[in-house]
């Protein structure tokens, strides 16, 4: 029963997990950019949901709907506005995630001045056991929660197998110059990357609102998380990143269950140590770093 | 301040000097101040317990750099920056000995030579040190190994094609910096007399790596200009009407602010003689 519980949470933890590391990955993988500033864009969404649904008491749907065009723009223009520049002048990578970090800052510090620091959530009555008998976690929340991950990623992953739109973006990620040369658009298909990876960020930023809430010190955690699962699962890799996600989420609250809450952010980056040192491609990754 | 100095110098060996961003600072700062504070509270005299720290910080400096030889750039960024948040966690968690977010008080005074220094006494030994550990730097980037470090940072290829052990140098670079930062760190105990998690997080590895790159990473001086730069200004927000809570937060907001500002205007520090075509902490992959 109590490794069913773990199972459950870790599995519906890294579902979460895996929304926000799927972005992540597709960004560094299609524009070599180590997104730090899409835990900006999670806080983003969470807060506009919150702002919304809260604030305002608008229902639910017109404010999740909200909360993903506030996000998409949010993102969109992060690349446009922000990154753009840099590329211009063809800064290192360094200076980019450097920016990318203080993007996020910014994001967090005006939050909590704005909100305060304690964080938001709303309580929607989605954490009641379905079974009597069942592991406690087994929720409506964990339902929807797996669910709506693997549709969103599932959508993601054929968008990018099947339609013309995913064809020119694997183009642009293996050679941007050759790509651009052959007349695709790639400051466009960068900003819808971005756009996208914002999009695949809200539910995830909407169903930790209802859960544990969304608090502005923890995105930076996030990111590195979503780091771990794109080194995972492999760069660029959809459905590497829903097992990556999986597999740190059930790691994580493993570590909950042998030590303590506060050391479960210990194995994520213990795991991130060990994959760096012996196998920096990623567990399905064949190509050299 | 003298003690951030010392700080900001050291990180600047790696930064600077050997182009590695480094964002796990605070983490051997940390790490010194902890030692330090647990050890001299158990007794032992302040001078074994700042060498322990020291040793310790440059150990685990080590071990962090392994990856460097495996992998480059951002991906060793992503490890430093794990293990400032590593850092965290334990001093937060591991209360039996950290004392958790409470942290560790009562630390006595600095005693190098069985007299308690403190006050003036103790500001002059400080600037001692740090001016000690800026000649050190200063010889250190003169040095052969220093010539290695800048070659890795403008041509890693370039430089293990010449038969320099590259890894090697980037991971003594790393331990230097560690045992830099931890030396600091014990004095920053002994100082405040008070240590916790929160005084060694994220975003004091950040305000270093902002002291370096402000002032010009590479060169000898930048770090010491960043220093006065960047510990003044946040000053301001005292002479403003604002709640604490907020005062704080503002403060990180200013470093944010800063740290795209000048990665946009001016990616090379304020004194550095390197052309502005070329950013600092560059390396090539």
């Known amino acids: 029963m109590l490794l069913g519980s773990i199972l459950v949470d870790g599995l519906v933890t890294g579902c979460l997990y895996a929304?926000?590391?799927?972005?992540?990955?597709?960004?560094?993988?299609?524009?070599?950019?180590?997104?730090?500033?899409?835990?900006?864009?999670?806080?983003?969404?969470?807060?506009?949901?919150?702002?919304?649904?809260v604030s305002l008491g608008l229902p639910f749907a017109v404010a999740i709907a909200g909360a993903t065009v506030v996000a998409v723009v949010g993102g969109a223009a992060i690349q446009q506005v922000i990154y753009r520049p840099f590329q211009r002048r063809a800064a290192t990578e360094d200076a980019i995630i450097t920016v990318s970090l203080g993007i996020l800052i910014i994001v967090q510090y005006l939050l909590v001045i704005i909100f305060g620091p304690e964080g938001v959530s709303i309580d929607a009555g989605l954490r009641k056991p379905l079974l009597a008998d069942g592991p406690r976690v087994l929720d409506r929340f964990s339902l929807i929660a797996v669910l709506g991950a693997s549709v969103a990623i599932f959508g993601l992953h054929f968008l990018l197998r099947r339609t013309r739109l995913g064809k020119s973006m694997r183009a642009a990620a293996e050679n941007d110059s050759l790509a651009e040369v052959l007349g695709l658009p790639i400051k466009r298909?960068?900003?819808?990357?971005?756009?996208?990876?914002?999009?695949?960020?809200?539910?995830?930023?909407?169903l930790f609102l209802c859960d544990t809430g969304v608090h502005p010190p923890e995105a930076l955690h996030l990111v590195l998380m979503a780091a771990v699962v794109a080194i995972l699962g492999g760069k660029g890799s959809v459905l590497g990143a829903l097992v990556g996600g999986v597999v740190v989420g059930i790691a994580e609250s493993g570590m909950v269950f042998i030590v303590d809450a506060g050391w479960r952010q210990l194995i994520t980056f213990t795991l991130l140590y060990v994959l760096l040192l012996l196998r920096p491609q990623g567990l399905f990754g064949t190509k050299a770093v | 301040m003298s003690i951030f100095a010392i700080v900001a110098l050291s990180l600047n060996v790696v930064t600077g000097a050997a182009g590695i961003v480094s964002l796990a600072t605070g983490a051997f700062f940390g790490l010194g101040a902890y030692t330090t504070a647990i050890l001299c509270?158990?007794?032992?005299?302040?001078?074994?317990?700042?060498?322990?720290?020291?040793?310790?910080?440059?150990?685990?400096?080590?071990?962090?750099?392994?990856?460097?030889?495996?992998?480059?750039?951002?991906?060793?960024?992503?490890?430093?920056?794990?293990?400032?948040?590593?850092?965290t966690v334990i001093a937060q968690s591991w209360i039996s000995v950290t004392g958790g977010d409470a942290g560790i008080s009562r630390i006595p005074p600095y005693a190098p030579f069985g007299v308690p220094l403190r006050g003036v006494a103790f500001l002059i030994v400080c600037i001692v040190e740090a001016a000690i550990v800026y000649e050190f730097c200063r010889q250190l980037m003169r040095s052969p190994f220093g010539a290695v470090l800048r070659g890795l940072r403008d041509d890693e290829t370039g430089s293990a094609a010449l038969g320099k052990n590259v890894g090697a140098a980037k991971i003594t670079a790393f331990a230097v910096s560690g045992a830099g930062a931890a030396f600091a760190g014990s004095l920053y105990a002994h100082y405040t007399a008070f240590v916790d998690p929160f005084s060694f997080d994220l975003s004091v590895s950040i305000l270093m790596f902002l002291i370096v790159i402000l002032g010009g990473a590479g060169t000898a001086n930048g770090p010491l200009v960043g220093v006065l730069v960047l510990t003044l200004l946040p000053e301001i927000f005292k002479f403003l009407p604002l709640p604490p809570g907020v005062a704080a937060a503002a403060r990180q907001l200013l470093?944010?602010?800063?740290?795209?500002?000048?990665?946009?205007?001016?990616?090379q520090g304020i004194l550095s003689t390197a052309p502005g075509a070329r950013p600092i902490g560059a390396i090539r992959t």
Do not use: C, D, E, N
Request: positive net charge.
């Open chain 1, 19 to 53: 929304l926000v590391a799927v972005g992540f990955s597709l960004l560094w993988w299609l524009t070599g950019i180590i997104h730090i500033a899409h835990g900006a864009v999670y806080l983003i969404a969470g807060y506009t949901m919150f702002a919304l649904a």
């Open chain 1, 189 to 206: 298909i960068q900003m819808i990357a971005h756009a996208l990876a914002a999009a695949m960020v809200v539910p995830a930023a909407v």
């Open chain 2, 41 to 87: 509270k158990a007794g032992y005299p302040s001078l074994a317990a700042q060498l322990a720290g020291v040793t310790i910080a440059a150990v685990l400096s080590i071990v962090i750099a392994l990856p460097a030889l495996r992998v480059r750039g951002v991906f060793l960024l992503l490890v430093t920056i794990a293990v400032q948040i590593i850092f």
């Open chain 2, 255 to 267: 470093y944010g602010v800063l740290l795209v500002a000048v990665m946009y205007f001016r990616p």
